[in-house]
């Protein structure tokens, strides 16, 4: 059974057509939750960590929000640089367990 | 500072032959990581090292070999190539690890792109 898992695996928007991107998880005692960003042909790049339920982060067009099950990523008004694959994880043992992602694309 | 790094970006190999993926980094980074990534099926975690001489095996450690001799150098050894180790390769490193209660990011290098035929 997968600890974390993604939703949708892809996901089209026009620009500026606000929605939001799930990370459910399983895992118990939870060490952070941890969204990045993947652009194709790069590695994974850091966006932000929750500890805690009813924590939220923001960073530009983006926001993290976090609850005892699950995290959402909400994407306002968004512009087509922001496609890429949008990666969760949390922390298990030593090392972070990763979702499958979830491809953005905006058109404009 | 140049973070992650990781060579080379890409190679191809054939079935029986040996390669190391090196990855270096100059956060002074205790923890360090490889995952490799197949299509639709995510990262997994192959090995990694809390330390200068301490490693341990991840998820998928068979057909793999680490070693970590310094804290800035973690390479990634395949000694007989097989089909099913074609993926990309990401090393990764961080602060802190391990089971703290507060955990720092991972900071990822941009991957080894490996084919073996």
């Known amino acids: 059974e997968d600890q974390v898992t993604q939703s949708p695996e892809a996901l089209r928007l026009q620009e500026g057509e606000s929605s939001s991107l799930n990370c459910s998880y399983t895992v118990s005692g939870l060490r952070g939750l941890f969204w990045y960003r993947q652009d194709p042909g790069k590695g994974p790049e850091f966006l932000f960590t929750l500890y805690s339920a009813g924590e939220e982060k923001e960073k530009e067009r983006l926001k993290a929000t976090l609850t005892k099950k699950e995290s959402f990523l909400h994407i306002t008004a968004p512009k087509p640089e922001d496609s890429a694959t949008y990666l969760c994880a949390v922390h298990e043992g030593t090392a972070l367990i990763f979702g499958k992602g979830t491809t953005l694309s905006v058109s404009s | 500072n140049a973070g992650v790094t990781q060579t080379p970006k890409f190679r191809i190999l054939k079935i029986g032959q040996s390669m190391t993926l090196q990855c270096t980094q100059d956060m002074n980074h205790n923890y360090m990581y490889w995952y490799r990534q197949d299509p639709g099926m995510g990262l997994k975690l192959i090995y990694y090292?809390?330390?200068?001489?301490?490693?341990d095996k991840g998820e998928v450690p068979n057909g793999y070999n680490v070693s970590r001799s310094t804290t800035e150098d973690f390479p990634l050894r395949l000694e007989l190539a097989a089909p099913s180790q074609t993926s990309v390769y990401f090393c990764a490193s961080s602060l802190t690890g391990g089971e703290r209660t507060y955990n720092s990011p991972l900071h990822f290098g941009n991957g080894t792109r490996l084919t073996v035929t």
């Open positions: 090292s809390v330390g200068a001489g301490i490693t």
